[in-house]
């Protein structure tokens, strides 16, 4: 295990075997890539000395190499460019495992009662099929037919493990797995813009969804994204029913109430038979003409970035139910924060006794720490003892 999270923080680093020799020799601990490569494939065991030395080389704690994940993702579904290099699309699977298997052990520890509300995958073989299925997932959310104001955090609330991944390629768009049968996971790139990102959940969602065939998965994820964003009757009600002639106005004022780009809209349309195909011909021109193919006008302003994680690491390390060591296992780079609720003035024994026990627990356990930076200051109210004995 230790050399698959060599193999994975090396590609994170952007580096190859002949580099990693390279860095390594330069700081005195002589090797080659060959060797690398068998510390990687678990052929030769790695020492203290040279564990600590990749830690520092690759900028991830020790934990981190050291850490075996308990809990792996079963992936179904990979849409990405073509050109997307393999070792790209590796570490983005390792990194979402990690990060995914943080997410579910902490959601068992903060939420033990929560109950999933996905809907259970149904086998559809055409366009009409996606179009129920989004209606399905839809009703079983409570949507209705209004705009779905921030789709990630309708996502997390019913039970989606969604983790958005920066600083990727612009090649990928999405990935869509299970860990076991019932937690579903989805990682977008949140680098991408907002409605981008929207119309990327959604497909993912769709794969999560449906149970389609190999040559017709990703066009009936597409059609499922659309649906779930803007529903058959809300595009006949917002754009009638046969329509000749559109304005960018007009849609770009649909494209900020239901965050589907323009182009969506019109894809939108045209599948439904509401525009004519010399409108949709026209539409595309006109798109090119002004060079908005990759960036569009009227932007999506919106905030569809996961929050659940982070909640839910801030409630735990102040809970003390996780440990720094534990975040930094699948998040490396994480940057705690400290706890404005950290006080100079400590409460009394008094309104301690009223708190309850895991806020006991949480605020005896910043005390020890703070004590540790202050000579103990902080225990003038009341001796140690009485102390431990209330954190318990």
Do not use: C
């Not at 990687?40 to 040279?50: F, H, I, W």
């Not at 969604?162 to 990928?172: H, L, T």
């Not at 003035?345 to 910043?366: C, F, H, I, V, Y």
């Amino acid at each position: 295990m230790v050399g698959a999270r060599i193999y994975h923080a090396r590609l994170m680093a952007g580096m190859t075997r002949a580099d990693v020799a390279d860095a390594l020799d330069r700081v005195g601990i002589p090797t080659s890539s060959s060797r690398i490569s068998k510390f990687e494939s678990g052929n030769v065991a790695v020492n203290s000395t040279m564990l600590l030395a990749l830690s520092k080389l690759f900028d991830v704690p020790p934990v981190w190499l050291l850490h075996k994940p308990t809990t792996t993702v079963d992936w179904l579904a990979y849409r990405k460019r073509s050109t997307l290099p393999k070792r790209t699309r590796t570490e983005i699977e390792l990194s979402a495992n990690d990060v995914a298997s943080l997410h579910v052990e902490l959601r068992e520890k903060l939420y033990p009662d929560a109950s999933f509300e996905f809907s259970e995958r149904v086998k559809v073989v055409d366009a009409k099929g996606a179009e129920e299925a989004a209606q399905m997932l839809r009703a079983a959310w409570g949507l209705g037919d209004t705009p779905i104001e921030n789709l990630t955090q309708t996502a997390e609330t019913r039970g989606v493990v969604v983790i958005g991944q920066n600083q990727v390629s612009e090649r990928f768009d999405g990935l869509a797995g299970y860990i076991g049968e019932d937690v579903p996971v989805i990682v977008i790139n949140s680098e991408v813009e907002t409605d981008r990102q929207r119309f990327n959940l959604a497909h993912e969602l769709g794969h999560l969804v449906m149970q389609t065939s190999d040559d017709t998965a990703e066009k009936l994820a597409h059609r499922f994204a659309a649906a779930l964003l803007v529903p058959e009757e809300v595009a006949r009600r917002e754009l009638g029913e046969n329509r000749n002639t559109v304005s960018f106005l007009e849609l770009g004022a649909l494209k900020r109430r239901y965050g589907l780009s323009m182009q969506g809209w019109v894809y939108r349309a045209s599948d439904l038979g509401i525009f004519s195909s010399g409108l949709v011909r026209a539409f595309w021109r006109e798109v090119n003409r002004r060079g908005w193919k990759k960036s569009e006008p009227f932007d999506f302003v919106a905030d569809e970035e996961p929050v659940l994680l982070n909640q839910m690491i801030s409630r735990a390390l102040e809970g003390g139910v996780v440990s720094t060591e534990r975040i930094q296992q699948a998040l490396p780079q994480y940057e705690f924060q400290s706890s404005f609720s950290e006080v100079s003035e400590p409460p009394s024994a008094t309104e301690l006794m009223k708190m309850s026990a895991e806020e006991r627990k949480a605020w005896t356990t910043r005390a020890f720490a703070k004590a540790k930076e202050m000579d103990f200051e902080i225990f003038e109210a009341f001796g140690e003892e009485e102390l431990r004995h209330l954190g318990e």
